[in-house]
């Protein structure tokens, strides 16, 4: 499967990473679960919508694995409900939680 998310599982957690990446991998894991290419989901949502809207079926086991990946948990609120009905808001979403995280590892390194 020529998919993207090979370049974010490659790179430290510790390493530059942006929405973009966190985006990429998410696709990586729908394609994944669809049986099918990253690039061939990224069109398929892309053609869904500019926000690359996510089918809530294939999302639960795509959570999971996101929040293993990246250390984070996400809240059952009503803004991470909003958050995952796209791609790219659950990218952003997640991306603001590894930072979060990162900023409270080094405070209490500190």
């Known amino acids: 499967m020529s998919d993207r998310r090979c370049r974010i599982t490659r790179q430290s957690f510790g390493g530059v990473m942006g929405p973009r990446d966190i985006e990429d991998f998410t696709i990586g894991l729908l394609a994944e679960e669809a049986k ?49 009905r796209s791609v790219k808001d659950f990218a952003v979403m997640v991306y603001d939680l590894v930072q979060v995280e990162r900023a409270r590892q080094a405070g209490e390194s500190a």
Do not use: K, Y
Request: proline content about 2%; some cysteine; charged content about 30%.
């Open 36 to 84: 099918c290419s990253s690039d061939e989901m990224r069109q398929r949502l892309e053609e869904a919508g500019g926000d690359l809207p996510i089918d809530s079926i294939l999302l639960v086991e795509v959570v999971v694995r996101v929040e293993e990946r990246f250390g984070v948990h996400l809240a059952t609120t009503l803004e991470t409900a909003f958050n995952l």
